[in-house]
């Protein structure tokens, strides 16, 4: 019970129950050391619809081609062609090496600004957590550089699959 039921408990009034929120993302997190551990990895595959792939590579690269950014487009090179497995789904496996993973991880923390929709910021901020969780198991399991690395945007991929598929 938090404090304001805790207060409204001793005045009389019932309790009110506490409700579990999911962690804020990206809360009180360091931009610049999170993109940084971004960076540093050698190679992760990112697993989604194909529609969601398009989207995010669309605005990741959109973000950074902003005259207002400072950083270079060529810093997203997300995979393509062969090295983008579609499964009969429509769901793609791509892998990101550690410079595209920051550019995209970067974008999620920029769509955070008010000046973007609802609809940018819940994307952004859905995005922005699973990099974030994924970076957490590497560096707690075997570290960099983990062939096995998924990070999953889906969470009933996720639940269906929960080893990535042999390429």
């Known amino acids: 019970m938090g404090i304001l039921g805790k207060r409204r408990a001793s005045s009389g009034t019932g309790s009110i129950p506490v409700q579990a929120e999911p962690a804020a ?11 940084a551990k971004a960076a540093g990895i050698g190679v992760i595959r990112v697993r989604c619809h194909n529609t969601t792939w398009d989207y995010l ?7 950074h081609e902003k ?18 497995v579609t499964g009969a789904d429509g769901i793609v496996t791509v892998p990101l090496g550690g410079a595209s993973l920051a550019a995209l991880f970067d974008w999620c923390f920029e769509t955070q600004s008010v000046l973007n929709t609802e ?6 901020r859905r995005v922005g957590r699973a990099i974030s969780e994924a970076l957490e198991k590497l560096a707690a399991s075997r ?17 269906d699959s929960p080893t990535p598929p042999q390429t």
Do not use: C, M, Y
């Open 57 to 63: 590579q669309d605005e990741a690269k959109a973000h």
């Open 119 to 124: 609809l940018e910021r819940g994307i952004g």
């Open 25 to 35: 993302w990206p809360g009180r997190r360091n931009r610049v050391n999170e993109v």
């Open 143 to 159: 570290g960099q550089g983990d062939p096995s690395a998924v990070i999953w945007l889906d969470d009933q991929i996720a639940a």
């Open 67 to 84: 005259s207002s950014i400072r950083t270079r487009p060529e810093a997203f090179r997300p995979a393509t062609g062969d090295e983008i």
